[in-house]
């Protein structure tokens, strides 16, 4: 069209001429307009030219004071004459081309979308409309259509779909016309009422029409067309339009063609446009099936296979691969059935939850396919993260509790004071008068203790039971022979001989080869009499070469190892089971075995494991050696210099009084030896890029290739009677048969890949995250993958820098006994493993995660083992009670009470820790007595064991010498359940007791049958509220799987309203700011901490936890949950590193420093210094109202990582944790946005 130059007039700014023009326009708006047609063509065309030519004109006209984008509507409006319409458009074209976001936003709010619709069904009834017209419109129309919200709404209400698709078939051949068409279709179909009506109307086929065959012509035309291809197939009723009418093998081969003829990769946003159309039909269940049968699976791997060596290719590799792991084939995990392999049947089964759910369900149910296998789940997927972020906000807000009347503190006790009464004896220290009490005698300072506990042996005697190791060949189970009775084993220490009465050994008849802890020995190959060791009188050995390692703790540990011993008088057993073992040659370094694991007394090994050591040949024996041939005796580590509270010999007693579901016989290397934290800094792994896609692939290539796929059984603790399955040697040896361990099943995929499934909590069919395992017989030099197959959360830590834990034998027994963080190519991602619908309990999140790492072994026959966290078994603590009992000074009240019993028959003890009063004078007395009390538990959760290791330390600095533990055990009555669920922790639950049930979800209503610790745990609060005593502080101790530091949860009304919709009025708001000092203190003294990551928010979901029900009901405002970061942290001291035992037990430390400090805070007399020192210490209100991340925890601020990571929104564990990691952000590449967005939002306790 000619656009004729208009000759500038002079002296007139240009500006003003636009306005003058405009002035003009609108003079003429009405029926001037119709009338005269060419002075409205004249300046329209004025105006355009102005527009074109000065960028300042555009700028008036858009101006917020100008009026002159509604006289240009208007304009648009009333005309008739099609040359005008076309100019106006032009003249809205340019506008809205600069500065597009803000006066595209302008036009939409006068309604210039509703114009627009108008006069192109008017043009349309033209005959034949006109072709400029019509392209004008819809190039126009594209641009606006993004930012109309209503757009779609507007566009089917005014008929405009019609006449587009009338338009589209009228012009296929006219590339022109056709690719504004297409660019508005693409956004009429974002809207999925629109994608429907559209499909009806055969768009669906015509676009298949556009797209194909393959030609290189028109290549931005094709870009488009798949983009509103795309748009339509997220519809499901498009997608089987597309299944029905052949178009996957289309798709498939036209993506085949783009991807073999594009070698130069210039086309990449069409192949992405080819894949996300397959990745919208595979959506549903008949576009998967139609996707395997077109042989996708091979077509996409191979392609993206060829891809990988382009990083520039990887949004391609990214979403072929979600569309690959889309269509595998869902498979049941392969076990009979996904309830816990053990089984304990619960007195009474509650009337309703998951439990009475478990029960009522027929047999084998869990392991049907069903239809939810092929539902539409995944119609969730997304190719952006930001609509799961709002709906994390949303879904995370809508948990918080806005019940003003729940919010308020209520005490009630709940029962009457006559039932409470019987907890007085757990209160003794409140009546004690220490009348009959010698102040001056220091050695019977705390006659007070009311539960025998296992006396501990002293440092002296306890070096003189060894371990057996078999030497030279492995010995066949056969070759040991069985004793007849218990009196066989001969005890190196009498007070150890018989396990306490109250605590009788579980003797199962002997399948195979009885070891006894009692009579075990290490024994070892041995040279020539080199260096004789003289044996002293009480059977000890001297050593006459000083060990070399170099670290200090090496050196000491070492020490211990190397120095051999003879026994004069061998134990008949150790005689027996070392006769007719072969010597092959000894040579000075010869490897041995090592019995894996140690056995409890009387009670028979399953199997023997490999292991071995390479120590020199330094200590020789002398005189005649027994038949068993040259078999000088080495001792375990000697850690009692390094681990005060830890002693091998009575952690075998202990163990012996442990009660188990599966009557465990076996004790885990690690827990005997004991673990002595390593001096040097473990850094967060870094992630390596492409990793999880890797492993990926090689899981998608098991459907591919199913001929290399060995899926050989080599452990299984469904067959109880051999859990480990013989073989030729090929295989790795596994085993979790001891207490806390955890491993159902060990499944050889590859020679060197293994897959292996947790077992769930007993009396559950899920909660697998624990996991505690020992491995045996790998090859060194050898690179072997392990995948925990059935994961169920849908984020981990694993994906952000957490490495496993393994713990070496062979490093233990040379003097380095130690659990280490280890693991390589780690990465955690949904698999091809799924449940039934029925067996998750109704619940969507079907599938299961796969959590892979992969580890090259540093010894030959090492025995090793693996964990998710450190362990700390219930043996543990009382081995460490008893320790800790035989530190207590004079000066030191200490008294451990059995709480109660739990349902698996273990005692749940009750500590009290204060100091001594000075006298008995009625004044000393009275301080003793009315300190206030402190409140602490754990390990709720089994599975958080650094709940544990964070209590040691607590426990420790309180029985330490120190004059600050002095100082708080003066300030403060301590009362501790350091084990709230021993049943679980035996059992190697992750979450539950053996009820089934999380106990941290209890405390509204525990039963005294089925949650008896939390029964009796809140019945010792509700008597203290009684008695008008309730705690200062109520802290319970917690792990947190996906977040990094040490940080609190506590509770406040101000803050929950703050963070609701809900309007209170201020006296509501009446609040003591005190429950922030705790935290805050913390976050000043303890490198761990993070007052950033804190939260006082109360949640409707979390109203029966501890920490919320001691708030609410017992009136504690200093309630709270203590959570420790399971992986490391990412500020302080520490940040950049993974957290180990050192800095756990710190941290309980540290907890105690901090309520030293809160004592000097609240023992100041005068009230309101009190509330000024507090105020200062937290900072001001508005600080806290502003900084949203203080007050309430909703995101994880995790690096992105330009490798997408794929989550998915479907898991709805009920202890999901907040979250919001966006990973698959990818700053640099906007197109790897391929993944599953995860929005676990609920904050967890």
Not at 214 to 220: E, G, I, L, P, V
Not at 690 to 717: A, T
Request: proline content about 6%.
């Amino acid at each position: 069209m000619n656009k004729p130059k208009m000759a500038t007039e002079k002296g007139v700014p240009s500006n003003s001429r636009v306005l003058m023009l405009l002035g003009q326009l609108e003079r003429m708006n009405g029926e001037a307009m119709v009338r005269d047609v060419e002075m409205a063509r004249q300046v329209t065309t004025k105006i355009l030219h102005l527009i074109q030519t000065q960028e300042k004109s555009g700028k008036e006209v858009m101006s917020k004071s100008s009026s002159g984008m509604e006289v240009i509507l208007a304009s648009l409006e009333n005309t008739r004459d099609v040359q005008t319409t076309l100019n106006i458009l032009y003249i809205l074209s340019e506008l809205l081309t600069v500065g597009r976001g803000r006066r595209v936003g302008v036009f939409v709010s006068k309604g210039g979308t509703g114009i627009l619709f108008q006069i192109l069904i008017t043009a349309s009834k033209d005959l034949p409309p006109s072709e400029e017209l019509m392209l004008q419109l819809h190039s126009l129309l594209a641009k606006v259509g993004p930012k109309d919200r209503k757009f779609g709404v507007k566009a089917r209400l005014s008929g405009a779909l019609n006449v587009t698709i009338s338009l589209m078939k009228q012009n296929l051949q006219n590339t022109k016309l056709l690719l504004p068409c297409l660019q508005v279709l693409r956004v009429y179909s974002t809207n999925s009422v629109n994608a429907i009506s559209l499909g009806k109307n055969g768009v669906v086929e015509l676009m298949f029409k556009i797209i194909g065959p393959y030609c290189k012509k028109n290549t931005s035309l094709l870009k488009v067309a798949l983009d509103a291809l795309g748009a339509l197939l997220k519809s499901k009723t498009n997608a089987r339009r597309a299944v029905d009418g052949g178009h996957v093998p289309v798709l498939l081969s036209l993506y085949l063609d783009w991807h073999r003829n594009d070698t130069r990769h210039r086309h990449m946003l069409i192949r992405k446009g080819l894949l996300v159309c397959l990745r919208n039909i595979t959506n549903i269940k008949l576009g998967r099936k139609a996707f395997i049968e077109a042989d996708g699976m091979r077509i996409l791997y191979n392609s993206s296979t060829e891809c990988l060596p382009v990083r520039t290719l990887d949004p391609l590799v990214n979403t072929s691969s979600l569309i690959m792991r889309k269509c595998f084939p869902k498979n049941r995990l392969p076990l009979p059935t996904i309830k816990s392999a053990f089984h304990y049947q619960l007195p009474h089964v509650p009337a309703v939850g998951p439990v009475a759910q478990l029960y009522s369900q027929p047999p084998g149910v869990d392991d049907v396919v069903d239809e939810s296998d092929d539902n539409e789940e995944t119609e969730a997927d997304s190719d952006t993260e930001n609509e799961e972020d709002e709906k994390d906000h949303h879904s995370a807000n809508d948990d918080i509790e806005t019940d003003l009347n729940k919010l308020h503190p209520k005490k009630s006790p709940g029962r009457p004071f006559e039932e409470l009464r019987v907890y007085e004896r757990f209160f003794l220290e409140l009546s004690e008068d220490f009348q009959g009490f010698n102040f001056e005698c220091s050695k019977n300072a705390s006659t007070t203790s009311s539960s025998a506990s296992v006396s501990s042996s002293s440092a002296s005697t306890r070096s003189t039971r060894p371990i057996v190791v078999p030497t030279a060949q492995a010995l066949s189970p056969k070759s040991i022979p069985i004793p007849n009775s218990q009196e066989d084993c001969k005890s190196i220490k009498g007070q150890h001989t018989q396990p306490p009465p109250s605590a009788p050994t579980p003797t199962p008849p002997v399948p195979l080869t009885p070891l006894e802890l009692d009579t075990i020995h290490l024994t070892k190959d041995q040279d020539k009499k080199e260096e004789a060791n003289i044996p002293t009188p009480d059977g000890h050995t001297t050593f006459t070469r000083p060990p070399s390692q170099g670290q200090r703790i090496e050196q000491e540990l070492a020490h211990a190892l190397e120095c051999a011993s003879l026994e004069e008088d061998r134990a008949l057993n150790a005689e027996e089971g070392l006769k007719g073992v072969k010597q092959e040659g000894s040579p000075v370094n010869a490897m041995r075995h090592i019995q894996s694991p140690l056995l409890l007394g009387g009670i028979a090994t399953r199997r023997v494991g490999g292991g071995g050591s390479n120590w020199g040949s330094d200590c020789g024996s002398e005189g005649a050696e027994d038949e068993a041939g040259e078999g000088a005796v080495l001792e375990v580590p000697d850690t009692a210099l390094l681990l005060p509270l830890h002693d091998p010999d009575l952690y075998v007693e202990m163990v012996k009084g442990t009660h188990s579901v599966p009557q465990y016989a076996e004790v885990a290397y690690p827990d005997y030896f004991g673990h002595v934290a390593p001096t040097f800094r473990e850094p967060l792994l870094e992630r390596v890029y492409g990793v999880q896609r890797s492993k990926i692939f090689q899981d998608i290539e098991r459907l591919i290739h199913p001929n290399d796929i060995l899926d050989k059984v080599v452990y299984d603790l469904d067959i109880p009677s051999c859990p480990v399955i013989e073989d030729n040697g090929e295989s790795l040896k596994f085993n979790s048969q001891f207490e806390s361990g955890n491993l159902r099943k060990a499944v050889q995929v590859r020679k060197y890949e293994y897959d292996l499934v947790l077992n769930s909590d007993i009396n559950s069919n899920h909660y697998h995250q624990w996991f505690y395992f020992e491995v045996s017989g790998m090859r060194v030099g050898t690179t072997y993958r392990f995948n925990l197959i059935n994961c169920e959360k849908s984020n981990s830590q694993f994906n952000y820098g957490m490495q496993v834990l393994m713990y070496s034998v062979q490093e233990a027994i040379s003097g380095r006994p130690r659990w280490v963080r280890t693991g390589t190519d780690i990465c955690y991602y949904k698999n091809h493993f799924a449940r039934s619908s029925i067996a998750a309990g109704g619940q969507k999140g079907k599938s299961y995660y796969t959590m892979t790492f992969s580890k090259n072994f540093s010894h030959k026959d090492d025995v090793c083992y693996f964990a998710y966290h450190y362990p700390y078994t219930y043996s543990t603590l009382k081995m460490h009670l008893s320790k800790l009992e035989a530190l207590r000074t004079p000066q030191i009240y200490l008294r451990q009470d059995i709480l109660c019993e739990t349902l698996g028959g273990n005692s749940c003890p009750l500590l009290t820790i204060t100091a001594m009063p000075e006298s008995n004078s009625n004044d000393h007395i009275c301080q003793f007595r009315n300190r206030p009390l402190i409140f602490l538990s754990a390990r709720v959760h089994p599975g958080e064991t650094n709940a544990s290791w964070v209590m040691k330390g607590t426990l420790e600095f309180l029985m330490g010498t120190s004059p600050l533990a002095a100082s708080l055990r003066e300030a403060y009555i301590f009362k501790i359940v350091p084990m709230l669920n021993p049943d679980g922790v035996v059992n190697g639950n992750h979450r539950c007791s053996l009820s089934g049930e999380d106990l941290n979800r209890q405390w509204q209503n525990p039963s005294p049958e089925l949650h008896p610790t939390i029964y009796h745990t809140k019945s010792l609060l509700q008597y203290l509220a009684h008695i008008q005593r309730a705690p200062l502080v109520f802290c319970d101790y917690h792990g947190h799987s996906r977040k990094k530091n040490v940080f609190m949860y506590g509770c406040s009304v101000k803050e929950t309203v703050w963070q609701s919709s809900i309007s209170a009025t201020s006296s509501y708001l009446q609040e003591d700011l005190g429950y922030r000092a705790l935290p805050k203190i913390l976050s000043q003294i303890a490198p761990a901490f993070s007052m950033a990551s804190c939260s006082f928010v109360v949640e409707r979901s979390k109203e029966s936890t501890a920490r919320v029900v001691v708030w609410r009901e017992i009136g504690v405002q200093r309630s709270y949950t203590m959570e420790s970061t399971l992986c490391g942290c990412d500020q302080g001291k520490y940040k950049g590193l993974q957290i180990g035992t050192r800095e756990l037990e710190e941290m309980g430390a540290q907890f105690c420093m901090a309520l030293l400090r809160l004592k000097r805070l609240t023992g100041l007399r005068n009230h309101q210094h009190l509330l000024d020192l507090e105020s200062d210490i937290i900072g001001t209100q508005t600080k806290v109202a502003s900084s949203c991340p203080t007050t309430y925890v909703m995101e994880e601020d995790e690096p992105s990582f330009l490798e997408a990571i794929d989550y998915s929104a479907e898991s709805n564990d009920e202890d999901a944790e907040p979250e919001n990691e966006h990973a698959g952000e990818v700053h640099e590449h906007p197109d790897h946005l391929d993944q599953l967005s995860d929005s676990d939002t609920n904050h967890r306790d």
